[in-house]
Nanobody, 118 residues
Framework: QVQLVESGGGLVQPGGSLRLSCAAS????????MGWYRQAPGKQRELVAR???????NYVDSVQGRFTISRRNAKNTVYLQMNSLEPEDTAVYYC????????????WGQGTQVTVSS
């Protein structure tokens, strides 16, 4: 079955950095567009960053210039490098996979907590 397993979350001080990883199994990773979403308490889940199967990226305005999404197809893994973290970045971060041609075929990870606090 399909599994997306996130790791790398934790507690970090404002201005610090974290790198999230999402390891996929059960899918042909190279034909999936991958994304990172986040959900803060009392808020809707929002798209943070996305990378297509071809490597094109886009980001929500609030993280532009601070976060970088990347993928390594040989390892079936997508990453989110988060720098200059702010308390407003505190949320559960979820990995998402969407088939590049059959967009009804989509999967979610279980989420990893990121807390930015002094």
């Amino acid at each position: 079955q399909v599994q997306l397993v996130e790791s790398g979350g934790g507690l970090v001080q404002p201005g610090g950095s974290l790198r999230l990883s999402c390891a996929a199994s059960g899918i042909i990773f190279s034909i999936y567009d991958m994304g990172w979403y986040r959900q803060a308490p009392g808020k809707q889940r929002e798209l943070v960053a996305r990378i297509t199967n071809g490597g094109s990226t886009n980001y929500v305005d609030s993280v532009q210039g601070r976060f970088t999404i990347s993928r390594r197809n040989a390892k079936n893994t997508v990453y989110l490098q988060m720098n200059s973290l702010e308390p407003e970045d505190t949320a559960v971060y979820y990995c998402n996979a969407v088939h590049s041609l059959l967009q009804t075929r989509r999967y979610w990870g279980q989420g990893t907590q990121v807390t930015v606090s002094s």
